[in-house]
Structure formats: structure tokens, C-alpha cells
């Protein structure tokens, strides 16, 4: 009965998506009041059956009703109740669902919080909202119902693949799907310009805090699943260049970009065509990304079924959408005012650069990930396109952009000289080149290169927090009235720059002193790595909630004494032939000691490989300082959706323009 | 500055851009593309004899998997017409089974033997890499649809 009640909610939301696609539309085209009402019920009710459909499925894997297929498919009696909930966004109907009650509830957010909006705006913005929602919703619907029945109903379920049962992977799909969709709401925006006609800064003031915030979203799910990636494949990696990576890498470069751009559309009133194409391309790759991964074109993970039709059907839709839009952009953009002036060296100059830089970039990723279906459709050989590629490409790219992220917002708006701003960085300077200088010089095993990827952290890090700091310390008293007074975007800023930093430390450290052993041990032998000794004492059975493991115990010991016991599991699921690695993951100051167990070669002996990761926790810091930054800024009051904007004087700006957040 | 010449700088460095783009990808192109052979294919020598890395992928062929030693292991990958001996030094993935999907990464020997520097097999047990499923429909061995 639940699930022929989601069923009949999810009927009902597509009815409603298709009223709100359409209805408010008419109505601001003619101006009436009436019909441009329906919006905000149409997209509050939609929101309301989404969440009523979702919890309905959620109800039916909790309680293992097996006769629902997506349950059967993806689901086991005996599972942990937290899995068996991620269960439900585990497989392809639960995932699209689960983006349906996203994209409706980024919907009802707009009509329930955006009381200020110009009401004919509001309307076409959810009348676009309720156009994809159609899109998603006829997709589920006729394509892949997450309520489908089996008969007869079976006993028990197949089980979630048991490398997805695991905490920070079970919570990485929402956080994704809320950067995926959220970028919606940009897309949502840019077109309801389009139709106006007409962008403001008013406009890029409400378009930003929704992408920053989606931003920040898609920033913790890239991270969560690079995270998972390092602590539970068993490989030690954390970044694989893989297709479906690179699908959520790439609106993150766009979302990045526009994040920047919308910032010269509020405070300078120009780009304004670019940061709506940019709107389109970042929802476009989030669709893109979609597609990728679940339609099984390229292989990977995270494709769950490769039903054709499904295929068809999102490709179809991912044309109208990408073709409708640009082609509006193509008749509309032209009509666009054209915006103030500046030179190139200047605030906006700086921002042009990292835009193009980061569309470059992006560029670069897309091709390599679609270069193999290109190839393979053309010519019928198969290739693959490795990390190689993408580092002979990506990183030259991103260097250039990596540098400049500290001058740029040194530069006041309009024109500017660059004396005076690497005037003002000289320390920053001098700092960075001592820091790599001074590893190169003490720490054996460094490399030139490294030397350089230390400078530019340390350049990256200090040059981010250097507006702030001189901001607060100039001369004469108040420091800390000032540090208060400081505008938040400024330092959200200047916190996501500084994680930019971190994790640029973190991959330098990590690529140049990792170290990796293998070696086969039997019980009582001992390896070394990294300047810890690893003593295998014993290799037995292990059992957890649905699972049994063979687990080693090793001492860790550092200059002959014993400070750690390492566990590492191989776990083999009851409801599942899969075996799982689990590493033992020993964190230190300077980073982990990583211990694999490999199989038994029959006699005793045990493959064994061993990692030391020096500053991966770098990696995550950074990407939660970026986070941070996100967050910060996003509090700021100009940001806070529908607050009046407030002009802000630039008191007493001798020689720094306030710095406006850049994240 | 006027509009023109703000429009020119602008459409110029994009141009640049994409120069610098282009300009790496085809470099990165030339030498980090790594093609992907069915066993047939390097049985019957249509792989090029270059020094360069290649893929091969199908089944691990039932009964073929030897461990001389913890880390080392031998196997043959079959696209059940066809099989190449495969050798590897290292953790092979945890579903790496006899029967199963498996894609190697590496370099083809003198002696025909593949030297694999990497061994993927996929996450999911009833996941087959599309590369396997095209090697075994192009060897006529495809059970499925």
C-alpha cells in the first residue's frame, strides 16, 4: 500500500510540475496576477509529493518490503538500519528520486523564501524549475519506477554492494546531488533572464548565494567520495581521473567559475552574458554528469543498469535542455545591455582570468572524459584516458590560475597598476620563496619541483589571509573592532583561498615523500616503512554485523617500542560473494601509515603493502576550509536571500578596495 | 579603454586560452592514450609492437590462476577463443576471481607473456566492464543482450 501511495504522489507531482512549467509562464508574459499565483503553491505542493514518494520508498526499504524490486535489488534483511536508508538513493530509481525531492525542494525554497523577488521573475524562474522537474519526473516515471512490484514477492534481498556500506559514502550521494542540483536554481535564473531580457546586479544577487551554496554542497560530496575512495578501496588513492569523477569535477570548475563571474555582474554590472552562459554550462555538466554515470556509456562504479531506453531518454533530454537553452542564449544574449568598462589589469580583469583558466581547465577534463566514446564511435578503438593525460593537461593549467588567485583580489575594480599590489604582497612573497627554500634545503628526498609546490601553497595560504590581516593591522588602535567590522564575504574569501592552499601542500607532501612497500610476511616477520616497523602477530577471524572478517593485528613500533596496533580486515559479506578490504589506517602528526592485507599464498605467508601518507589530511582540511570559506560568506548579510542591499561605503580605503568574497 | 577594444583584449585571451588548451591536450594525446585489445586481437598480432602501454581485458580463464608466491600471481585473460598469460606483482583487486571481468594494464612481453604493472577489475560482482562485454561479443562468446 505505501508504495502504490509514493506512486500515486510521484503521478500527482508530474501533474503538478507540468502546470508550474507552464501556467506562471503565460501569466508573466501577460502580465496576469492571477496565473503568475500558481507558482508558489504549484512548487510547494510539488515538493510536498516528492518528499511524500521519497519517504514512501524510504518506509518500504526499512522495512524490507521485498517485494518492491528497487528493495529486493538493493536491499537485505539483515542490513544495519543506516544502510538500508542510504539503500534507498543506492540504486538507480531511489538516486533519481532523491534528486526529484532535491530539485523540488531548491523549487519550494525560492517560493516560500523569495518574498522580495520581483514577482513576474519568481514566477518564470519556477516555471523553469517545474520544466526540469517534468523532465525528471516523466524520466522516473516511464522509464525506471522505483515502485515497480515483483511477484511473487521474494524471501530475502540481493544486498547493497558491500564496498557502498559504509557511513561517508552512504551520506556522499545527497551531498552531491544537492551541488548537482543546486546549480538548478542558477540554470533557473539565467533562463528567466533570458526571457526578461534583462540582468541586473540584483539579479547576480540573488543568483549567488544559491550557487555558493550549491558550491559548498558539491564541494563536501567530491570530497566525501575522495575520501571513501582513500580509506576504503584499499589502494591508497584518493583522486583517479576516473569518468565518473571528472563528471562531478567539472561543475564544480564551471560552479567555481560562476561563483566568480556573478561577483563582477553584482559589483560592476558587466560579464553579464558570460555568467548566464556560464549558469547554463554548469547546469548542463551536472546533467552531463548524470547521464555519464548513470547511463553506463563509460564504465565505472556507479552505473548501476544500462537499460537503453534510460539512456535514450536522458540523452534526449540532456539536448533539449542544453540545445533550448543556448539557443534562447543565442536569440536573447545579443539584447543585453553591455556593462561598465576596465582595463585588464584590474579587480574584473583578475576575475576574467580565473574565469577563463577555470573554463579551460574544465575544457580539458571534458574532452578527456568524452575523448574514449568519441573514439569509440568513430573509429572503434577503445582507449582510456589515465591520470597521465589529465596531468600533463589540468595541472599546467591550473598553475597560472593557482598564482594569480592572490593578486587578483589585491587589484582595486576598474583599473589598476600591479606595483602597488605585489607592493603589498613583497612579505607574502619573500615568505613563500623561504618556505620552499628552506624544505628544499632540510628535508632530504625533495625535489625541485616540490620545493616549488611548497612555495606556491605557502604563496597561496599566506597571500589569502593577507588582505585581512592587513586590513586589521594597520596602523593606530581598534584591531579588534576591525577584525569584527570585517565583511563576512571577505573572509569566506579568504578562508576557501587558504583551503585552496592546504591542499596544495597536501598533494605536494603526499607526491613527493609517499612512501609504498609490498612484502610477504608470515606470522611473527616484520617489515619496514617509512621509519615504523610492522610486526605481523597474527592473522584470525573476525565477525561484524553482516559480515565475517579475517583480520591481522600488527604492532607498530618507531624506534623499537610499540605505540600502535594496526587491525587491517578482509571482510566477506553473508549476503554477498564480494570480498571488501578494509585498511587499517594509523593517523600521525605527519600523516597515515596505511596497512593493507593482501591473500594468503597457502603456506603461510601473507601479501602485505604497506603506504605512508605524509599530509594526507591536508587534503581534507583544505577541502574543508573551502567549505568553511563558503559557508562564511554565504552568512554575510548581502548575501542573506532577499536582504536589502546595502551599499557599502569603502571606508577609509587607502590603498585596499574592500575585499569582496571570491570563493 | 573603450567597448571595442575591451571586447578585443577579452575575445583575444580566450583565444590564448584555447590555443594553450589545444595545444596541450594534443601534446598529452600523442603520448597517454592507452588503447584497449581483446586477446584474439593480440593473439593474432594486431597489436602494434611498440614499447607502450596497452589494456587487454575478458575473463580470467577458469583454472589458470597460480600464485608462486603471496604477491606474485600468473593467470590467462580468454575471450573464450583466444587467451593471453598474464603475470603480475602485487595486490590484485578483490574481486579478481577465476570466471570474472578483468581488465590489465601493462606491457606485452617478448615472449608473448603480458607483463601487467596494474590489474582492474571492477567494484560490483555483477558489473562487466564494457570493454569485456565488446571483447566477448566480438569473439561470438556473449551470453546476454
Given amino acids: 500500500m505505501v508504495a502504490e501511495l509514493g506512486h500515486f504522489a510521484l503521478i500527482v507531482a508530474f501533474v503538478i510540475a507540468a502546470v508550474q512549467a507552464t501556467v506562471p509562464l503565460v501569466g508573466a508574459h501577460r502580465g496576469d496576477d492571477n496565473w503568475i499565483a500558481v507558482a508558489r503553491p504549484a512548487a510547494l505542493t510539488q515538493f510536498l509529493m516528492a518528499a511524500v514518494a521519497f519517504f514512501a520508498l524510504m518506509w518500504c526499504f526499512v522495512h524490507s518490503d521485498f517485494s518492491v524490486y528497487a528493495v529486493y535489488n538493493s536491499s537485505h534483511s539483515l542490513k544495519p538500519l543506516v544502510y538500508k536508508i542510504a539503500g534507498v538513493w543506492g540504486n538507480h530509481e531511489g538516486s533519481l528520486l532523491l534528486w526529484i525531492l532535491i530539485l523540488s525542494g531548491f523549487g519550494a525554497a525560492v517560493a516560500a523564501f523569495g518574498n522580495n523577488l520581483p514577482p513576474a521573475l519568481k514566477a518564470r524562474v519556477l516555471s523553469v524549475q517545474g520544466m526540469i522537474g517534468v523532465g525528471f519526473l516523466a524520466f522516473i516515471l516511464f522509464t525506471s519506477n522505483p515502485f515497480a512490484r515483483v511477484f511473487p514477492a521474494p524471501e530475502e534481498g540481493m544486498g547493497l554492494n558491500p564496498l557502498l556500506q559504509d557511513f561517508g559514502l552512504a551520506i556522499h550521494p545527497p551531498f552531491l546531488y544537492l551541488g548537482y542540483v543546486g546549480f538548478s536554481m542558477a540554470f533557473s535564473f539565467a533562463v528567466a533572464a533570458l526571457i526578461e531580457g534583462r540582468v541586473d546586479p540584483a539579479?547576480?544577487?540573488?543568483?549567488?548565494?544559491?550557487?555558493?551554496?550549491?558550491?559548498?554542497?558539491?564541494?563536501?560530496?567530491?570530497?566525501?567520495?575522495?575520501?571513501?575512495?582513500?580509506?576504503?578501496?584499499?589502494?591508497?588513492?584518493?583522486?583517479?581521473?576516473?569518468?565518473?569523477?571528472?563528471?562531478?569535477?567539472?561543475?564544480?570548475?564551471?560552479?567555481?567559475?560562476?561563483?566568480?563571474?556573478?561577483?563582477?555582474?553584482?559589483?560592476?554590472?558587466?560579464?553579464?552574458?558570460?555568467?548566464?552562459?556560464?549558469?547554463?554550462?554548469?547546469?548542463?555538466?551536472?546533467?552531463?554528469?548524470?547521464?555519464?554515470?548513470?547511463?553506463?556509456?563509460?564504465?565505472?562504479?556507479?552505473?548501476?543498469?544500462?537499460?537503453?531506453a534510460r539512456g535514450l531518454f536522458i540523452l534526449a533530454f540532456l539536448v533539449a535542455v542544453i540545445g533550448g537553452s543556448l539557443a534562447l542564449?543565442?536569440?536573447?544574449?545579443?539584447?543585453?545591455?553591455?556593462?561598465?568598462?576596465?582595463?585588464?589589469?584590474?579587480?574584473?580583469?583578475?576575475?576574467?582570468?580565473?574565469?577563463?583558466?577555470?573554463?579551460?581547465?574544465?575544457?580539458?577534463?571534458?574532452?578527456?572524459?568524452?575523448?574514449?566514446?568519441?573514439?569509440?564511435?568513430?573509429?572503434?578503438?577503445?582507449?582510456?584516458?589515465?591520470?597521465?593525460?589529465?596531468?600533463?593537461?589540468?595541472?599546467?593549467?591550473?598553475?597560472?590560475?593557482?598564482?594569480?588567485?592572490?593578486?587578483?583580489?589585491?587589484?582595486?575594480?576598474?583599473?589598476?597598476?600591479?606595483?602597488?599590489?605585489?607592493?603589498?604582497?613583497?612579505?607574502?612573497?619573500?615568505?613563500?620563496?623561504?618556505?620552499?627554500?628552506?624544505?628544499?634545503?632540510?628535508?632530504?628526498?625533495?625535489s625541485l619541483t616540490a620545493a616549488g609546490g611548497i612555495a606556491l601553497a605557502t604563496w597561496i595560504i599566506l597571500g589569502g589571509m593577507t588582505p585581512l590581516a592587513q586590513r586589521v593591522f594597520r596602523r593606530g588602535a581598534g584591531g579588534a573592532d576591525r577584525l569584527r567590522a570585517l565583511p563576512r564575504s571577505a573572509v569566506g574569501m579568504s578562508?576557501?583561498?587558504?583551503?585552496?592552499?592546504?591542499?596544495?601542500?597536501?598533494?605536494?607532501?603526499?607526491?613527493?615523500?609517499?612512501?609504498?612497500?609490498?612484502?610477504?610476511?608470515?606470522?611473527?616477520?616484520?617489515?619496514?616503512?617509512?621509519?615504523?616497523?610492522?610486526?605481523?602477530?597474527?592473522?584470525?577471524?573476525?565477525?561484524?554485523?553482516?559480515?565475517?572478517?579475517?583480520?591481522?593485528?600488527?604492532?607498530?613500533?618507531?624506534?623499537?617500542?610499540?605505540?600502535k596496533t594496526a587491525l587491517p580486515e578482509k571482510r566477506a559479506y553473508v549476503d554477498s560473494t564480494q570480498v571488501t578490504t578494509e585498511a587499517a589506517i594509523e593517523p600521525t602528526l605527519f600523516g597515515d601509515l596505511y596497512v593493507v592485507l593482501g591473500d594468503?599464498?597457502?603456506?603461510?605467508?601473507?601479501?602485505?603493502?604497506?603506504?605512508?601518507?605524509?599530509?594526507?589530511?591536508?587534503?581534507?582540511?583544505?577541502?574543508?576550509?573551502?567549505?568553511?570559506?563558503?559557508?562564511?560568506?554565504?552568512?554575510?548579510?548581502?548575501h542573506r536571500v532577499g536582504a536589502p542591499a546595502k551599499s557599502r561605503t569603502p571606508g577609509a580605503a587607502v590603498a585596499a578596495p574592500p575585499a569582496r568574497a571570491a570563493t | 579603454?573603450?567597448?571595442?577594444?575591451?571586447?578585443?583584449?577579452?575575445?583575444?585571451?580566450?583565444?590564448?586560452?584555447?590555443?594553450?588548451?589545444?595545444?596541450?591536450?594534443?601534446?598529452?594525446?600523442?603520448?597517454?592514450?592507452?588503447?584497449?585489445?581483446?586477446?584474439?586481437?593480440?593473439?593474432?598480432?594486431?597489436?602494434?609492437?611498440?614499447?607502450?602501454?596497452?589494456?587487454?581485458?575478458?575473463?580470467?580463464?577458469?583454472?589458470?590462476?597460480?600464485?608462486?608466491?603471496?604477491?606474485?600471481?600468473?593467470?590467462?585473460?580468454?575471450?573464450?577463443?583466444?587467451?593471453?598469460?598474464?603475470?603480475?606483482?602485487?595486490?590484485?583487486?578483490?574481486?579478481?576471481?577465476?570466471?570474472?571481468?578483468?581488465?590489465?594494464?601493462g606491457r606485452l612481453g617478448p615472449d608473448g607473456t603480458f607483463l601487467a604493472s596494474q590489474v582492474l577489475a571492477k567494484h560490483d560482482e555483477t558489473y562487466m566492464p564494457k570493454e569485456v562485454i565488446d571483447a566477448l561479443k566480438a569473439s561470438g562468446q556473449w551470453k546476454g543482450n
Avoid at chain 1, 260 to 281: F, G, N, P, Q, Y
Avoid at chain 1, 544 to 562: E, L, T
Wanted: glycine letters at 10%.
Fill in chain 1, 203 to 308: 539579479w547576480a544577487r540573488w543568483v549567488r548565494p544559491w550557487t555558493l551554496a550549491a558550491w559548498c554542497f558539491l564541494t563536501v560530496g567530491i570530497t566525501l567520495g575522495s575520501w571513501w575512495a582513500y580509506y576504503e578501496l584499499g589502494w591508497g588513492g584518493f583522486w583517479f581521473w576516473d569518468p565518473v569523477e571528472n563528471a562531478s569535477f567539472m561543475p564544480w570548475l564551471a560552479g567555481t567559475a560562476l561563483l566568480h563571474s556573478a561577483i563582477v555582474v553584482e559589483r560592476r554590472d558587466t560579464l553579464k552574458a558570460w555568467t548566464i552562459l556560464l549558469a547554463i554550462l554548469t547546469f548542463s555538466l551536472s546533467l552531463l554528469g548524470t547521464f555519464i554515470v548513470r547511463s553506463g556509456v563509460l564504465t565505472s562504479v556507479h552505473a548501476f543498469a544500462t537499460d537503453p
Fill in chain 1, 495 to 563: 578562508l576557501a583561498h587558504a583551503g585552496i592552499g592546504v591542499v596544495v601542500l597536501g598533494l605536494t607532501a603526499l607526491l613527493t615523500w609517499q612512501t609504498e612497500k609490498d612484502q610477504v610476511l608470515r606470522v611473527g616477520q616484520s617489515m619496514d616503512v617509512a621509519g615504523y616497523t610492522l610486526t605481523l602477530r597474527s592473522v584470525g577471524p573476525h565477525p561484524g554485523a553482516n559480515y565475517i572478517a579475517s583480520r591481522a593485528v600488527f604492532d607498530v613500533a618507531k624506534g623499537g617500542a610499540v605505540i
Fill in chain 2, 1 to 105: 579603454m573603450t567597448r571595442k577594444r575591451q571586447r578585443l583584449i577579452l575575445v583575444l585571451s580566450g583565444l590564448a586560452a584555447l590555443g594553450l588548451a589545444t595545444g596541450l591536450t594534443l601534446y598529452a594525446l600523442r603520448d597517454n592514450l592507452v588503447f584497449f585489445y581483446s586477446p584474439t586481437q593480440v593473439v593474432q598480432h594486431e597489436v602494434p609492437v611498440e614499447n607502450r602501454n596497452i589494456r587487454i581485458g575478458g575473463l580470467v580463464a577458469d583454472g589458470s590462476v597460480q600464485r608462486p608466491a603471496a604477491n606474485t600471481i600468473h593467470f590467462a585473460i580468454t575471450d573464450m577463443v583466444n587467451t593471453v598469460n598474464v603475470t603480475y606483482t602485487g595486490l590484485v583487486p578483490n574481486l579478481f576471481k577465476e570466471g570474472q571481468g578483468v581488465v590489465a594494464e
Fill in chain 1, 329 to 446: 542564449f543565442a536569440v536573447r544574449a545579443p539584447a543585453l545591455k553591455p556593462g561598465g568598462l576596465f582595463a585588464p589589469v584590474s579587480r574584473e580583469g583578475a576575475l576574467v582570468l580565473n574565469n577563463l583558466l577555470l573554463a579551460t581547465a574544465c575544457a580539458t577534463v571534458l574532452l578527456g572524459t568524452l575523448y574514449p566514446l568519441f573514439l569509440d564511435a568513430l573509429t572503434g578503438d577503445k582507449v582510456s584516458v589515465g591520470p597521465p593525460f589529465f596531468q600533463a593537461t589540468f595541472v599546467p593549467i591550473m598553475l597560472p590560475l593557482l598564482g594569480a588567485m592572490v593578486v587578483g583580489p589585491m587589484l582595486p575594480w576598474k583599473r589598476a597598476d600591479l606595483g602597488p599590489a605585489l607592493e603589498r604582497l613583497r612579505f607574502t612573497f619573500i615568505a613563500a620563496g623561504f618556505a620552499g627554500l628552506v624544505v628544499y634545503a632540510l628535508v632530504s628526498g625533495t
Fill in chain 1, 600 to 638: 594468503a599464498d597457502g603456506t603461510g605467508g601473507y601479501a602485505i603493502r604497506a603506504y605512508f601518507k605524509p599530509f594526507v589530511h591536508l587534503l581534507w582540511l583544505g577541502a574543508a576550509l573551502m567549505v568553511l570559506g563558503g559557508v562564511v560568506s554565504l552568512s554575510d548579510r548581502r
